[in-house]
C-alpha cells in the first residue's frame, strides 16, 4: 500500500504484469492503492492496527510489531481503536501517500515496524510493556514482526510473546499459534505439539 513492493517476487510481479517486471510494479500499486485499489480499499476498511482479546488471565493485546508507551492517549487510557482511527484518517487524508500523513504511527518506532520491545534492552523494553498493558488491562501483548530462530520466544517474565517464528519457507517454515485458556493458560502451538508459556504477574510488573 506505501508503494514499497519489494517483497514481491519477479514471477509474481510478472505473472500479474504480462510478462513484464515493470508493468507488474504499477500493477501491483494500482491493486492496493488504498484510495481505488480492489485490495487496498478492503485494507484500508478493515485493518486494526491492534486488537484486544479474551478475557481474565488471558486479556491479551495483539499488535503487529508492539504498542509504545507514547501512543497511549492522554487519559492514561489504551488507544487501541484510536490507533486504528488514526491509520484510516491518514489514509483518507493521502490516499497512497499515507505514511507521509501521520509519520509516527508508520514510522520506525510505531506499532507497524518498532522494534523496541522485541530487540531493545531488558529493563526499558519490559517497562514499557508493563506501562502499556496496565493501561489496556490486559496480560500479555503478543507481537510478530521480529523473527524469533528456534520458535517463538517471551520476555518480561511472559509478558511480551514473541510469536513470529518464520512461518514462511523463505525463512525457517516454523507454524506457530498462540493459545490461551483459564484451565490451561497460554502456549504456543507448533507442528511438534504444545508449549506453555510462563505465566506473568497478575498486575505488569515494572522494573525497579
Not at 54 to 78: E, K, Q, W, Y
Not at 162 to 182: M, V
Amino acid at each position: 500500500m506505501s508503494g514499497v513492493n519489494n517483497y514481491a517476487s519477479a514471477t509474481e510481479l510478472r505473472a500479474i504484469g504480462g510478462g513484464s517486471v515493470v508493468r507488474g510494479h504499477s500493477a501491483w500499486n494500482e491493486a492496493f492503492d488504498p484510495a481505488t485499489g480492489e485490495l487496498g480499499r478492503v485494507i484500508a476498511d478493515t485493518h486494526e492496527v491492534a486488537i484486544i482479546a479474551g478475557d481474565g488471565a488471558c486479556r491479551t493485546l495483539f499488535v503487529h510489531a508492539g504498542i509504545l508507551p507514547s501512543f497511549l492517549d492522554g487519559r492514561g487510557n489504551a488507544t487501541v481503536a484510536h490507533l486504528t482511527q488514526r491509520f484510516r484518517d491518514a489514509v483518507s487524508r493521502a490516499g497512497a501517500a499515507f505514511p507521509t500523513a501521520d509519520k509516527a504511527l508508520f514510522g520506525s518506532r510505531g506499532p507497524h515496524w518498532c522494534r523496541n520491545l522485541a530487540l531493545g534492552a531488558e529493563r526499558e523494553a519490559c517497562n514499557d510493556v508493563a506501562t502499556v498493558l496496565s493501561a489496556v488491562n490486559a496480560t500479555r501483548m503478543v507481537i510478530g514482526h521480529t523473527v524469533q530462530v528456534g520458535g517463538a520466544s517471551t520476555r518480561c517474565g511472559g509478558a511480551l510473546v514473541l510469536l513470529d517464528a518464520g512461518i514462511s519457507s523463505a525463512y525457517y517454515g516454523q507454524a506457530t499459534a498462540f493459545q490461551c485458556s483459564d484451565a490451561h493458560g497460554a502456549a504456543i502451538q507448533e507442528l511438534g505439539g504444545s508449549r506453555q508459556l510462563p505465566t506473568p504477574p497478575a498486575a505488569p510488573t515494572k522494573y525497579g
